[in-house]
């Protein structure tokens, strides 16, 4: 522990007296049980204390540094980066809202009948969102995009009794990376199906589906910003009585696409979109939607609107397949959890819009001006079009004539963050860079950015 057990509020005499209690000598003999290969075999990095506990002034001093790492922050940079988490602008009435102590103090809803503000909120959200997607029934929340990704498979998996699931390559790595965590144990068969012109591969699919087929698990817009021939996915799975879920991880495109046009049995996916800050990666809210006569397996918590006995208008828990509400081999899931707050700043945002003030910050505010910026770079020498016959919603792929680290490291100079690296993710598309455009982005911004990455060109990277 050295100097780190300066952070703990703990006297030495109180942890000599714990370890003597418990019948251990010393801390680290509490994390013998764990291999030494997967500790971390150092002390944590931690800044020694600024100052001894028992001299004046600590809190002072301790406040002055906080704000001095504060000041190093620069909130006027320009965002042309999304990839999974977006830079979307925030009413201030969401935040107003939101900070209210009734909501912002309760957690869980154990008591419904003393927690009616809060099950109103969640029923709202799950109205609102099922209006968003065309189904019929939506849980009150789980932890984020890529946990619900692997909660609606498992749900589907349950319905099918089959045990095979099939997974795009063009939806988002890193979801991917969560769901091969969860499904790499267990008596599991999960098949990736390759990727064509920046859309799943239809015929690499067609070739893997089969009757054994549980599910097939699609993202559009997908990871390149790209929408995807949703219709003919859906075919293709229910021509085998395979289950299709629609993974959504920019929500905001759910104004202006609906899944249940297309076929959509189950839609999960992430709705950071929707009023909650991008918060350096979470908290963030997960969903997942489906038809009612499924919403039995649907994981988390599920509110409905009834009747007390006075006859006005109650809400009630009409389902929590969870461990903490029934026995352990009985629950849905053990990982989902209730991001009440982060539904209420969704809730607050949706309303605040509307359907047509959504439809037109997806469509005006979004679509168009990617297709404006995408059309202004491409103009550029050497950074040509990388899927130029696709449609895309706010996201974007260009062949960037430059080392994609080099160049955002030029921008960050002028205040500007670019776009994400491909070839992090996909060897095979070095120097390639998916620029994303929000309603944060206006003319101007874009207009710069076209401007600095033809000077660069111009002038070279060095």
Known sequence: MKDNISYIPTTKNDISEMLLEIGVNKIDDLFETIPKKLRLNRELLLPSPLKKIDLPFSEIELSGYMQEISARNNSNYKYFLGAGCYNHYIPSIVDLFLK??????????YKPETNQGTLQAMYEYQTMMCRLTGLEASNASLYDGATAMVEAAKMAARLAGRNEIIISKSIHPEYRQVFNTYFKYGDWKVREVGISNGKTNLKDLEQNISEQTAVVIVQSPNFFGIIEDMNQVAQMAHKHASFFISLVVEALSLAL????????????????SFGNHMSFGGPHLGFINCYSKHKSKLPGRIVTKTEDMDGKTAYMLWGAAREQHISRNRATSNICSNHALNTLAASIYLSWYGNKGLEELADLHNMQMAHYAYEKIIKIHGYAATFPENTFFNEFVVNCPHDVGAVNNKLLEHSIVGGLDLGRFYPEHKNKILFCVTEQTNQDDIDELADILTYLNKKGLK
């Not at 209210?100 to 809803?109: A, E, G, H, Q, S």
């Not at 696409?257 to 950071?272: L, M, R, T, W």
């Open 100 to 109: 209210l102590p009734k909501f912002y103090t309760p957690y869980t809803p």
């Open 257 to 272: 696409i609906k899944p249940s046009d297309f076929g959509a049995d189950i839609v999960a996916g992430e709705a950071q």
